[in-house]
């Protein structure tokens, strides 16, 4: 069965410095991968959608790429903000007639002043 | 902005009792999906609604869990009975996007609910 790993369970970085997340899956790629920010006690909100045959997307201080290659996808926030402060999850969606998608553990970020 | 609406916030209920959730997904989007995330982990699909229909369910655990999306709008999800296993967030989202794959125009961009938070003592 597919598998997907976010680097890490929790990032710490300084105000003002740019965080760098990162998405793995196993097996075959995704038609399209997803970055989802989710705060405490609230449902995930969509940011950023990245196909694979894209190699870069970006959205103001957001930067998403995707390597096919490497199997892998990178989260990029620069100019970090202690309200960038959140779980930041991706999420793989793939071919086929149901069109799920695919939730990573997330990873936690937090941005100190 | 249109939101996906989620009750109750919060639920506390004894094992082996009956709990049900509701969501009203933000108007026109045929799809709905139940996930449950348990804390630390990401939401897990229970079920994917297009329109009134089921079109997966092959991860909820039928022998308990429930939904229904009579009218194509609203959803309900019930437990019964409910297991300490349960306790965890449910979470509800929509997507104006029906579930096919394979085109270079799908998104399947989800809009989440607030979701409701599950203790079962």
């Known amino acids: 069965s597919q598998k997907i790993e976010q680097n890490s369970e929790a990032l710490n970085i300084q105000e003002g410095k740019t965080a760098t997340l990162t998405c793995n899956y196993t097996?075959?790629?995704?038609?399209?991968l997803q970055w989802y920010r989710q705060d405490p006690g609230r449902g995930p909100v969509f940011l950023l959608l990245?196909?694979?045959?894209?190699k870069e997307k970006r959205k103001e201080r957001l930067k998403v790429t995707f390597d096919t290659t490497l199997k892998q996808s990178l989260f990029h926030i620069t100019a970090s903000q202690p309200a960038d402060s959140a779980t930041y999850l991706c999420a793989l969606f793939y071919g086929g007639s149901q069109g799920n998608l695919i939730f990573g553990k997330g990873t936690k970020l937090s941005v100190k002043p | 902005e249109a939101e996906v609406a989620q009750s109750p916030r919060y639920k506390i209920t004894e094992k082996s009792q009956a709990v049900a959730f509701w969501c009203d997904p933000i108007s026109g989007h045929a799809t709905l999906y139940w996930y449950r995330q348990i804390l630390g982990q990401g939401p897990e699909l229970l079920v994917q609604?297009?329109?009134?229909?089921?079109?997966?369910d092959s991860q909820l655990p039928k022998d308990r869990f429930s939904a229904e999306r009579l009218k194509g709008v609203d959803s309900t999800l019930k437990i019964q009975p409910a297991e300490l296993g349960d306790s965890a967030m449910y979470l509800c989202?929509?997507?104006?996007?029906?579930?096919?794959?394979?085109?270079?125009?799908?998104?399947?961009?989800?809009?989440f609910g607030a979701g409701t938070r599950l203790s079962v003592l």
């Open positions: 609604f297009q329109d009134e229909s089921v079109v997966d």
């Open positions: 990245i196909r694979e045959n894209e």
């Open positions: 989202a929509s997507s104006p996007d029906p579930p096919l794959a394979g085109t270079s125009r799908a998104k399947n961009i989800q809009y």
């Open positions: 097996n075959y790629s995704p038609a399209y």
